[in-house]
């Protein structure tokens, strides 16, 4: 199965929220509104790797994402 790299999210349980969820590593579910991030694997340091910019990156294309999203739908 492909599974795309961003989902939208949200919960019946939490109506007034949007989440973002990232499925490739490091999966990450991103609140669009307050910019929590709450991680589901753990961060290692890897060598020649700048693990903070690459996380800076991954923050950017998921609100890229979300708002190419919302887009679509008011198109």
Do not use: C, G
Not at 35 to 52: G, K, M, P, S, T
Not at 59 to 68: G, K, L, Q, T, V
């Amino acid at each position: 199965m492909e599974i795309p790299k961003f989902l939208i999210a949200d919960s019946s349980a939490l109506q007034d929220k949007i989440f973002i969820l990232h499925t490739d590593y490091p999966r990450f579910l991103l609140d669009v509104e307050t910019e929590e991030i709450e991680w589901y694997d753990a961060l290692e340091n890897e060598q020649d790797v700048d693990l903070e910019a690459e996380i800076s990156e991954l923050i950017e294309s998921a609100y890229r994402f979300f708002d190419r999203e919302m887009d679509s739908y008011d198109s």
